[in-house]
């Protein structure tokens, strides 16, 4: 099974930056496409960016496209969110995710960490 380990959140002000991690262990990391999805209370889970096995492909949700970016360290088995402008509708938890290879879903997720933007 795989295990993923998040850190890095916490509370900021609007126009600040966080940057969050998720360490992965119990698989083989770099055969992993791996994704970062937020939910803000009382409303369903969204997509915020996912990168593919050899960090060639990146994707990002137009909501944070041009603020968040996605990277991988795959000799650490980690793959980071680098946050930037960070606005108040940003406040949620953020989950990392693994999806195995040839799979259409994210399979394994981690426990999430809290995201708060003050105005």
């Known amino acids: 099974q795989v295990q993923l380990v998040e850190s890095g959140g916490g509370l900021v002000q609007a126009g600040g930056s966080l940057r969050l991690s998720c360490v992965a262990s119990?698989?083989?990391?770099?055969?992993?496409?791996m994704g970062w999805f937020r939910q803000a209370p009382g409303k369903e889970r969204e997509f915020v960016a996912s990168i593919t096995w050899n960090g060639g492909r990146t994707y990002a949700a137009d909501s944070v496209k041009g603020r968040f970016t996605i990277s991988r360290d795959n000799a650490k088995n980690t793959v980071y969110l680098q946050m930037n402008s960070l606005k108040p509708e940003d406040t949620a938890v953020y989950y990392c995710?693994?999806?195995?290879?040839?799979?259409?879903?994210?399979?394994?997720w981690g426990q999430g960490t809290q995201v708060t933007v003050s105005s």
């Open positions: 995710a693994a999806a195995q290879p040839l799979g259409r879903t994210f399979d394994y």
């Open positions: 119990g698989g083989t990391f770099s055969s992993y496409t």
